[in-house]
């Protein structure tokens, strides 16, 4: 690994990431915010409209974000050219092979959000919350924007859990692949101000164990409360679920 090598894929890595958000968070914000509102197919969260600044400071934080999250990400990518990750590529073989892809996105997906969960109620401290996660929170109601919209000191905090399981767990590279653009899916989504999940689905099995923007809305109103990424397993187990917001209005 060489510095203008790890640069380039640096440099590379960030344009790719923000291109990813660019196109999600787009992408929900015109679909949610930017057509008639009936002519949207999900229940509104959010009580009145983003503000334009609001909108932003979610943009100008996540840009940043993201910056700081390729990094690490760089660093693994070239130890990856290298032989020196547990990423493997390269065809799938046996049907234990192909069992093992679902099985190390979920183990991925479950490291990351007990990390997630516990570094996220300690920066809810309030010796840690102004220094790390209050730029988060000036988004009141949320809008897809702001899905990595965090101070850089929370994104030094959050950005390195990823890379480094990388570098012990085993997990093909399009898992990775799909690890990362489900983690932008679901941020986006849960920050959104819209219920784009079924109803039926936020209060059956499904929303039982998994977090929605029903769920995730609840954390922006009240800071105490429903902390999780993914699922909802720590906040059941700690008791700090609360539950679900209703919508403003109803599809």
Not at 167 to 192: D, E, K, Q, R
Request: aromatic residues 16%; glycine residues 6%; hydrophobic residues 50%.
């Amino acid at each position: 690994m060489t510095f203008p090598a790890l640069a380039v894929t640096y440099l590379e890595l960030t344009a790719i990431i923000w291109a990813r958000y660019i196109i999600i968070a787009g992408l929900f914000y015109f679909l949610l915010w930017g057509r008639p509102e009936d002519k949207v197919g999900a229940r509104r969260l959010a009580d009145r409209r983003p503000e334009a600044k609001t909108v932003r400071h979610e943009i100008t934080m996540s840009l940043a974000s993201s910056a700081i999250y390729a990094a690490p990400g760089a660093i693994v990518f070239e130890m990856f050219r290298h032989g020196g990750t547990a990423i493997y590529a390269g065809p799938i073989n046996g049907v234990m092979g192909w069992l093992y892809l679902p099985v190390s996105v979920f183990i991925y997906l479950m490291i990351h959000d007990t990390y997630f969960y516990w570094t996220h109620r300690l920066m809810h401290h309030p010796k840690l919350f102004r220094a790390t996660h209050l730029a988060h929170h000036r988004s009141r109601q949320p809008t897809p924007w702001a899905a990595f919209s965090f101070h850089p000191w929370e994104a030094i905090i959050s950005a390195w859990i990823l890379p480094a399981a990388a570098l012990f767990i085993p997990i093909h590279v399009g898992a990775v692949l799909f690890v990362l653009v489900f983690m932008t899916y679901c941020s986006v989504a849960n920050h959104a101000g819209w219920e784009i999940v079924p109803e039926r689905w936020v209060k059956g099995l499904f929303g039982a164990h998994f977090i929605s923007a029903s769920h995730h809305n609840v954390h922006h109103t009240n800071y105490n409360a429903n902390y999780g990424l993914y699922f909802r397993f720590w906040d059941l187990l700690m008791k700090t679920d609360e539950g679900v917001a209703e919508p403003i209005r109803a599809k």
